[in-house]
């Protein structure tokens, strides 16, 4: 009997192994795919791989190449721009224009002369007070700017004006701060054909 209640116990366990356990399938691959992950290739199941995602390609057109025609070519001329320093003499402690100042500015700007830009800078010697020198040179800037609209100049002015300071000579005589008691202009033209 014991031979008998091994193999009844042997077929009943495999029957049970076979009813409970789960059916293998033979001969079907299973889905890999293959992703980067961490900086290392790694195999995955194609439900586990990360998904990719949707990119934007910016695409820039290719050159338009037009065929050359021979055209007669042409000297393109760039304009001449040029730039000189003009001063007017002013009177100690005054902002009106001296006579000579004015003969200056005559001969040197016409009416509706053709100038690009004006920098009309005020300037002093270095007697009296800062307050009163920085009034003083803004006061000589903008006499001598009201002078060339009255003359029909009409470019561009800028008006700047530096009282104690930015000496031409030393203020060691009266003729020296002469020298320093004037006004700037710096003119910048722009040549035509």
Sequence with gaps: MSCRCALALCTSL???GCAGGESVKKNEPMPLGLNWDRSAWRFCTTNECARPTQKTVVVEPSPVVSPSVSSPSKQVHEPVKTSRTLSVPFNLASSKLTP???????QEFAPRDVVDLIV??????????????DRLARNRAEAVAAFLKQRGVTSAVTIQSKGKCCYLTANRSEAARAKNRRVDLQISTTQKE
């Design 14 to 16: 495999v029957l049970i």
């Design 100 to 106: 000579q100042a004015e003969s200056v500015l005559r």
């Design 120 to 133: 009309i800078e005020g300037r002093t010697d270095d007697l009296g007070t800062q307050l009163f020198n």
